[in-house]
């Protein structure tokens, strides 16, 4: 299906490679032992990481690094004097193209955790809990059109291509009893997609409630009442067959969510667990 407008939305890819540039310096400039290459496998024990380009995952505050998923990774990389390759994306679907091929060793990303994809990938212990929620636009009165998921019947609803996004809007217009006209799109991140709701590109996507809160704190005609899905785990990916990362993994994870640092992170992003 054809992906938003581009044009329409130049500003904001144009914002998008400026802030990759930005994370190419910031990164550069790390205390941890942290590169920045694109396109290029670091060798040795460097741990080749892609992580999203996303409130959640990864953004900058006045020129700094941050996210959740980015300040959680580089604490626990840090704490075990393990070396890191940032690689910035914004194309899930190409990210885990590359984890496949074996360039990334683990992918970062607000991607939820399904049955169907627990088939494909390693996933890690939970980081954090979420839930997918319905992102429109209410009037000057706080009037949506759709209130509840019931009213989705015949309605448009965009998502980010090749992620579970998509089979959760399929799976809840059969439990609906009607079609939801799933468009999706194989450019723009979920972050993206929410501002081509603010400009009025399309009319509603589904997304993530963190990445969606985050965004409704800075454009406050967005809506997101209207849940799409209860809890769901977020998780890092790795290769299936990666078991030794995966289980290393899991235990820096594990010992990392005991500590005082992730409760730091968790009331800085205001994160469920």
Not at 129 to 143: H, K, P, T
Not at 149 to 178: C, F, H, M, S, Y
Not at 247 to 267: E, H, M, P
Request: with cysteine; net charge negative.
């Amino acid at each position: 299906m054809e992906p938003v407008n581009r044009k329409n939305l130049l500003a904001g890819t144009i914002g998008v490679l400026a802030f990759v540039a930005i994370v190419s310096f910031a990164v550069g400039r790390c205390s941890v032992p942290v590169s920045h290459v694109p396109d290029e496998r670091a060798g040795g024990d460097t741990l080749n990481v892609a992580v999203e380009l996303s409130p959640m995952t990864l953004s900058t505050a006045a020129d700094t690094l941050c996210g959740f998923g980015y300040e959680m990774l580089m604490q626990i990389t840090a704490s075990h004097g393990i070396p890191v390759k940032v690689n910035a994306f914004s194309s899930l679907p190409d990210a885990l193209s590359k984890l496949d091929s074996g360039r990334y060793d683990l992918v970062v990303s607000d991607m939820p955790v399904t049955a169907s994809i627990r088939e494909r990938y390693g996933f890690t212990v939970p980081v954090y809990r979420d839930r997918l929620v319905l992102v429109q636009l209410a009037d000057s009165a706080g009037v949506v059109e759709i209130a509840s998921q019931q009213e989705l019947g015949g309605k448009e609803v965009w998502a980010a291509a090749g992620t579970p996004v998509v089979a959760r809007l399929n799976t809840l217009g059969r439990e609906i009893g009607d079609t939801i006209h799933v468009r999706e799109d194989f450019t723009h991140t979920e972050e993206q997609l929410i501002v081509s709701v603010v400009i009025g590109e399309v009319p509603r996507v589904a997304a993530g409630q963190s990445v969606a809160r985050r965004m409704a704190a800075d454009y406050p005609s967005l809506d997101t009442s209207v849940d799409l899905s209860f809890s769901q785990l977020k998780c890092w990916t790795t290769c299936k067959s990666d078991t030794v990362l995966l289980d290393s993994l899991n235990a820096w994870i594990d010992v990392f969510k005991a500590g005082k640092c992730y409760r730091t992170l968790l009331k800085k992003y205001d994160v469920r667990i």
